[in-house]
């Protein structure tokens, strides 16, 4: 009788331990939580005249991404990095929400600048930086914005972005003030939805240890499966959102629970077939962000973007009152043959400024 018991009392102190160990990270309790979350911080909010301090963090074989520019390596970092500042050394990035679990660090911002001395912009985004094993080196590093916030005042592309973003919201979130044109009937035809399977319907949460346990579980599946909603579940999906819930990308915000209703509809009728896949996921307390890639076609043109997401639930609870989707606009309209040449110059343009592996076509400035 006595093994049963020990085996019993093992397992409940493991339990008991868990949110214990998951506060004391949280907390800052351990000097290596602390030095990550410090460096994670410095690396996005580091400006033009202290950013050189930084560089010994950074993994000799560092890989460094966003929607227009791919950097492998330190010495390839240390001179994109030169020129990046070099270019907008006024620029400013100030960090919103911040997580840092298991060595992989998360953080939503804004950056404020001028790019090369005359395009001035400002642009929200989210950053993953990850740790190697338990040391303060970052081996990979990836930022989630838009170049459409800064394209939309360069001169010769703001019409290609401004464009695109009247069309997208026309297809998706007609308010009035758009003065869009009569859309097609297509939201009184909802598709037929599949349940979730996988994912508890919300419920009453209570204090002790099983409860919080199935409450972390369960945000972990609702999380995801928000994040990857597609045309066949997302009705089934709609009691994971508060009646108050907020939502923003780089084009559109939805304010409330009656507005999200008729987005989603406009949004699948437009792409049936979008396909998000989530990659990196984290969840620390209410918070959870996933970095992501969707597939599919809007308006019949086939696009693929890669992004990242915040969500924020309510106090125990599996409902959703925040989230933010982080991508490049751009993606798509890269895929717009009238808009395409817009995207390409603009691209061009910034890899000759700031992106050492470039071959530049430009002649000299």
Same mark, same amino acid.
């Given at each position: 009788?006595?093994?049963?018991?020990?085996?019993?009392?093992?397992?409940?102190?493991?339990?008991?331990?868990?949110?214990?160990? #998951?506060?004391?990270?949280?907390?800052?309790?351990?000097?290596?939580?602390?030095?990550?979350?410090?460096?994670?911080?410095?690396?996005?909010?580091?400006? $033009?005249?202290?950013?050189?301090?930084?560089?010994?963090?950074?993994?000799?074989?560092?890989?460094?991404?966003?929607?227009?520019?791919?950097?492998?390596?330190?010495?390839?970092?240390?001179?994109?990095?030169?020129?990046?500042?070099?270019?907008?050394? #006024?620029?400013?990035?100030?960090?919103?929400?911040?997580? *840092?679990?298991?060595?992989?660090?998360?953080?939503?911002?804004?950056?404020?600048?001028?790019?090369?001395?005359?395009?001035?912009?400002?642009?929200?985004?989210?950053?993953?930086?990850?740790?190697?094993? *338990?040391?303060?080196?970052?081996?990979?590093?990836?930022?989630?914005?838009?170049?459409?916030?800064?394209?939309?005042?360069?001169?010769?592309?703001?019409?290609?972005?401004?464009?695109?973003?009247?069309?997208?919201?026309?297809?998706? $979130?007609?308010?009035?003030?758009?003065?869009?044109?009569?859309?097609?009937?297509?939201?009184?035809?909802?598709?037929?939805?599949?349940?979730?399977?996988?994912?508890?319907?919300?419920?009453?949460?209570?204090?002790?240890?099983?409860?919080?346990?199935?409450?972390?579980?369960?945000?972990?599946?609702?999380?995801?499966?928000?994040?990857?909603? $597609?045309?066949?579940?997302?009705?089934?999906?709609?009691?994971?959102?508060?009646?108050?819930?907020?939502?923003?990308?780089?084009?559109?915000?939805?304010?409330?629970? #009656?507005?999200?209703?008729?987005?989603?509809?406009?949004?699948?009728?437009?792409?049936?077939? *979008?396909?998000?896949?989530?990659?990196?996921?984290?969840?620390?307390?209410?918070?959870?962000?996933?970095?992501?890639?969707?597939?599919?076609?809007?308006?019949?043109?086939?696009?693929?973007?890669?992004?990242?997401?915040?969500?924020?639930?309510?106090?125990?609870?599996?409902?959703?009152?925040?989230?933010?989707?982080?991508?490049?606009?751009?993606?798509?309209?890269?895929?717009?043959?009238?808009?395409?040449?817009?995207?390409?110059?603009?691209?061009?343009?910034?890899?000759?400024?700031?992106?050492?592996?470039?071959?530049?076509?430009?002649?000299?400035?």
């Amino acid at each position: 009788m006595r093994k049963p018991t020990t085996i019993t009392l093992f397992f409940a102190c493991i339990f008991m331990l868990l949110p214990v160990v #998951d506060d004391a990270e949280a907390g800052g309790l351990s000097r290596l939580y602390q030095d990550q979350l410090e460096i994670g911080r410095g690396m996005l909010e580091v400006q $033009n005249v202290d950013w050189t301090t930084l560089l010994r963090y950074y993994a000799k074989d560092i890989e460094y991404h966003d929607s227009i520019v791919d950097v492998y390596g330190i010495d390839d970092l240390t001179e994109f990095l030169a020129r990046l500042y070099g270019s907008s050394p #006024d620029l400013v990035t100030t960090i919103e929400d911040e997580t *840092l679990v298991g060595g992989v660090y998360s953080a939503t911002w804004t950056m404020v600048g001028t790019f090369n001395g005359v395009v001035p912009y400002e642009a929200k985004g989210m950053s993953i930086i990850k740790f190697r094993g *338990l040391s303060k080196k970052v081996y990979y590093w990836r930022d989630y914005y838009t170049e459409g916030d800064i394209m939309a005042n360069a001169p010769g592309f703001g019409d290609a972005v401004e464009g695109f973003r009247w069309y997208y919201r026309c297809a998706v $979130n007609p308010t009035p003030e758009l003065g869009c044109p009569p859309a097609p009937a297509t939201t009184d035809a909802l598709p037929e939805t599949t349940p979730l399977a996988d994912v508890s319907a919300p419920h009453k949460y209570g204090r002790n240890t099983r409860s919080i346990i199935r409450l972390r579980r369960d945000r972990f599946n609702v999380g995801r499966a928000l994040v990857e909603i $597609n045309a066949a579940n997302w009705q089934s999906l709609l009691q994971y959102y508060a009646y108050d819930y907020q939502y923003y990308d780089p084009i559109v915000y939805i304010d409330g629970f #009656d507005e999200l209703v008729p987005f989603f509809a406009r949004l699948f009728a437009s792409s049936p077939d *979008l396909v998000t896949t989530v990659e990196d996921e984290m969840l620390v307390g209410n918070v959870y962000t996933a970095t992501w890639t969707m597939e599919g076609k809007f308006d019949g043109v086939p696009y693929e973007a890669k992004g990242m997401s915040i969500l924020k639930f309510e106090p125990w609870s599996t409902q959703a009152y925040y989230s933010r989707d982080y991508y490049s606009e751009a993606d798509i309209m890269a895929t717009i043959p009238p808009l395409f040449p817009a995207v390409e110059q603009f691209r061009i343009f910034y890899r000759c400024v700031v992106d050492p592996a470039f071959d530049c076509p430009l002649p000299p400035p």
